[in-house]
């Protein structure tokens, strides 16, 4: 058992143990009490009938008992009541301006855990401060990232950094824990943090350990060398001293489909050395990142501009063209059908086609070396947001069943009608309910939404949220296990999910069933790391 789970284990208990103190005197007392529903805790232990009451924006009771002279009862007959939703892969550094968060409420997400994939910001403290100015209808945490540290100290040059360099990426990473980050990100497919050693990785890490937080890894391959890729994130860990959580947890290359008894298997034997090791994962087949991951990271040094010099380079460029084929090959893809684009801004008609697709419409022609010209011509006009088609239903599968995986979007704040997103924003936990419970049985109710609760809050040490218990902040969401689900598609991301009657942010209703209330109920959430504060020298 980890010190982490001890201690989350711990706070459970005693708050178990004292209601006393935060019962209201009686049902007159209660600001909100749901009833008749079928608690699914997020324990994973199975359902229970019962009511549940809200005082102050806390849960103060859980059981049967008399709801009348409540201010205000939902009536949850024949419904599930479950804790939020913790999503622990956001993307929504942008979320102050769409502070709805609509597209995660409507599918029972109540908290977001973003700065995935080593892009985050890197003031946290102003960050979470502008709660202050601007509430939010979810809760909010965040990790601070590795391409960003990495960035501001030392921009997006391909080498080692230097001592001072390392230095001041160190202390950006301990002033973002001690502002409340919860942990430490990377990108390693990304620009810069793909420059990078390991031996650089660790010692940012180590920074983030010394505050409790967690190291939330995009691993640095996720296809052909996937094996390697997720043993450095686990030596990471292990050397770092602190939990690893592996992002977006799959197999990207056609040429290892069926192989998920291996990566996992690499989980499996940490957890039984001792080192806590979690992942994530979203419901789809497909994922979605910048249309600059086809290209080989070298080019990409510098900066756009730098890249597009080096492209105006014959020899470089062949270089380029041939890298490219090399990874088709490799990944057994014979060209880029798979490739569509969500959003380009240059010519906003080639959203939601592939690139074998629009290079037809663009070139004339569609052989693979007019799909590659073709890239290379959107990445030198600013580049594309993609959804990749790469991965197989029986890994996806395989990998939910896992009693580490959790459920998480990989999403950034939808503007509805905007662009062709990857659906997993609009309906990836709906989808878990749908698909994966009710029509495949792939797991069971209880367990999904411990994947979606409890297990995301211990991973990320938020002591107060995940669980449906007696002084917990009410964190709550309703819907029918016989209709949720997902309508957002590839082809039509822009759909909300369906089956959920109500999502409550601290003890306020958010989402009724049918709109957005108004209520802007969020709060930041912090790493153990704001707790760590300097004791003022009291001379006698």
């Given at each position: 058992m980890t010190k982490r789970f001890a201690a989350f284990l711990l706070l459970v208990t005693f708050l178990a143990n004292t209601p006393a103190a935060l019962r209201a005197a009686g049902p007159e007392g209660f600001d909100l009490v749901i009833t008749n529903g079928r608690i699914v805790d997020g324990t994973g232990n199975p359902w229970f009938k019962g009511s549940v009451a809200v005082k102050d924006g806390r849960i103060v009771r859980v059981g049967r008992f008399d709801a009348s002279g409540a201010m205000q009862v939902i009536d949850a007959k024949g419904q599930i009541v479950a804790p939020g939703f913790i999503d622990v892969h956001g993307h929504t550094e942008d979320i102050f301006d769409n502070?709805?968060?609509?597209?995660?409420?409507?599918?029972?997400?109540?908290?977001?855990?973003?700065?995935?994939?080593?892009?985050?910001?890197?003031?946290?403290?102003?960050?979470?401060?502008?709660?202050?100015?601007?509430?939010?209808?979810?809760?909010?945490?965040?990790?601070?990232?590795?391409?960003?540290?990495?960035?501001?100290?030392?921009?997006?040059?391909?080498?080692?950094?230097?001592?001072?360099?390392?230095?001041?990426?160190?202390?950006?990473?301990?002033?973002?824990?001690?502002?409340?980050?919860?942990?430490?990100?990377?990108?390693?497919?990304?620009?810069?943090?793909?420059?990078?050693?390991?031996?650089?990785?660790?010692?940012?890490?180590?920074?983030?350990?010394?505050?409790?937080?967690?190291?939330?890894?995009?691993?640095?391959?996720?296809?052909?060398?996937?094996?390697?890729?997720?043993?450095e994130a686990i030596n990471i860990g292990e050397q770092a001293g602190m939990p690893v959580e592996i992002s977006h947890f799959k197999i990207s290359s056609k040429a290892l489909w069926g192989q998920t008894p291996t990566t996992i298997g690499l989980v499996e034997d940490a957890r039984k050395r001792g080192i806590p090791v979690t992942v994530d994962q979203y419901a789809y087949t497909a994922s979605s990142t910048s249309l600059d991951a086809r290209l080989p990271t070298w080019l990409l040094a510098g900066g756009r501009e730098e890249g597009k010099k080096r492209l105006a380079d014959p020899p470089t460029r062949e270089k380029v063209v041939k890298e490219m084929k090399e990874?088709?090959?490799?990944?057994?893809?014979?060209?880029?059908?798979?490739?569509?684009?969500?959003?380009?801004?240059?010519?906003?008609?080639?959203?939601?086609?592939?690139?074998?697709?629009?290079?037809?419409?663009?070139?004339?022609?569609?052989?693979?070396?007019?799909?590659?010209?073709?890239?290379?011509?959107?990445?030198?006009?600013?580049?594309?947001?993609?959804?990749?088609?790469?991965?197989?239903?029986?890994?996806?599968?395989?990998?939910?069943?896992?009693?580490?995986?959790?459920?998480?979007?990989?999403?950034?704040?939808?503007?509805?009608?905007?662009?062709?997103?990857?659906?997993?924003?609009?309906?990836?936990?709906?989808r878990v309910l749908g698909r994966y419970v009710r029509e495949l049985k792939i797991v069971s109710l209880e367990d999904a939404i411990r994947k979606m609760t409890s297990l995301p809050a211990q991973t990320f040490g938020l002591q107060d949220r995940g669980l449906i218990r007696e002084g917990f902040a009410a964190d709550l969401v309703i819907f029918d296990e016989n209709t949720v689900g997902d309508k957002a598609t590839l082809e039509q991301p822009h759909q909300y999910a369906v089956g959920f009657s109500a999502a409550i942010v601290n003890g306020k209703v958010v989402f009724d069933g049918t709109k957005m209330t108004g209520e802007m109920s969020g709060t930041p959430l912090f790493g153990p790391g704001k707790k760590v504060v300097e004791r003022p020298v009291v001379l006698p």
């Open positions: 502070p709805t968060a609509e597209n995660f409420v409507r599918m029972g997400v109540t908290s977001i855990v973003t700065g995935n994939c080593g892009g985050s910001v890197t003031d946290v403290g102003e960050f979470l401060g502008r709660f202050r100015d601007r509430p939010l209808a979810v809760n909010l945490a965040t990790l601070i990232g590795h391409n960003s540290v990495r960035s501001a100290a030392m921009g997006t040059e391909n080498r080692a950094p230097t001592p001072d360099e390392q230095k001041k990426m160190n202390e950006l990473v301990e002033k973002a824990m001690r502002e409340g980050a919860v942990g430490f990100s990377t990108g390693l497919i990304y620009v810069p943090g793909t420059y990078s050693e390991t031996e650089e990785v660790v010692e940012l890490a180590k920074a983030a350990s010394k505050y409790g937080g967690t190291y939330a890894s995009h691993i640095r391959n996720e296809g052909n060398e996937v094996v390697e890729a997720i043993k990874w088709l090959k490799n990944a057994k893809f014979k060209d880029y059908e798979f490739a569509y684009v969500a959003s380009y801004r240059e010519n906003p008609e080639f959203n939601g086609k592939n690139i074998k697709h629009i290079t037809k419409l663009a070139r004339g022609k569609d052989k693979l070396d007019e799909q590659i010209e073709q890239i290379l011509e959107m990445y030198g006009k600013g580049g594309a947001q993609m959804v990749y088609q790469q991965m197989n239903e029986p890994d996806v599968q395989n990998i939910m069943r896992q009693p580490f995986t959790m459920i998480a979007s990989d999403s950034g704040v939808r503007r509805f009608g905007s662009g062709v997103p990857h659906p997993r924003g609009y309906g990836n936990n709906a």
